[in-house]
């Protein structure tokens, strides 16, 4: 009876890290435009400001990114917490169903509405603030625990801890941008450091 053992080898770890690296780098350049997009729409009524072609770009953006993201975070060899890393995907696969819907549902619905009526279906209704509440739990809890381990491990740069922490808090604001800006900084930064490595 000979028993096997399976190991990855370095060539193999070193692509996977280059691969981690260029999919966190990505999808945190496409997160921020999408972000920075978004809240730069600032001054119309809430309808002009959901009926603009930047908030549907931004929102694109901001989805492709956040699964990018997401797919990265969940595929990285690292010795951070599993548990985490997977809070934190969940956590930006629902900012990017959130930023999707941003961009393309409450897009239709200020295309087929007045000012008053907008308000009524989306500002005013509680159903919004029930999309966030599940980034919310997740994002804060995921992000600093991430940011926790990150520090105490020295896996992750200080600054991409001190992001996390406060992509963690900023989670819990009742829209994506924040959040998703922080935390696409701060894995901006961890994707040079893993890239170096």
């Known amino acids: 009876m000979s028993s096997s053992s399976s190991t990855v080898s370095p060539v193999a770890t070193s692509a996977s890290s280059k691969g981690a690296a260029a999919a966190l780098a990505v999808g945190s350049v496409l997160s921020v435009i999408g972000s920075i997009a978004f809240m730069s729409l600032n001054g119309g009524t809430p309808r002009e400001t959901f009926s603009s072609p930047v908030n549907t770009v ?49 897009r239709a619905i200020s295309d087929h509405t007045s000012n008053q009526e907008f308000d009524r279906l989306t500002h005013e209704a509680p159903w919004l603030f029930g999309m966030q509440a599940p980034v919310a739990v997740l994002g804060l809890v995921s992000y600093i625990a991430l940011a926790v381990a990150g520090w105490r491990q020295r896996s992750l740069p200080k600054a991409s801890s001190v992001l996390l922490v406060l992509a963690g808090l900023a989670s819990v604001w009742p829209v994506y941008p924040p959040g998703l800006l922080l935390a696409s900084i701060a894995l901006f930064i961890t994707s040079r450091s893993v890239a170096r490595s």
């Open 58 to 106: 931004g929102g694109v953006a901001a989805t492709a990114g956040a699964v990018m993201l997401a797919l990265a975070l969940v595929r990285w060899r690292t010795t951070l917490p599993t548990w985490a890393l997977t809070g934190a995907s969940a956590a930006l696969v629902i900012v990017a169903a959130n930023a999707w819907f941003m961009a393309i549902g409450i």
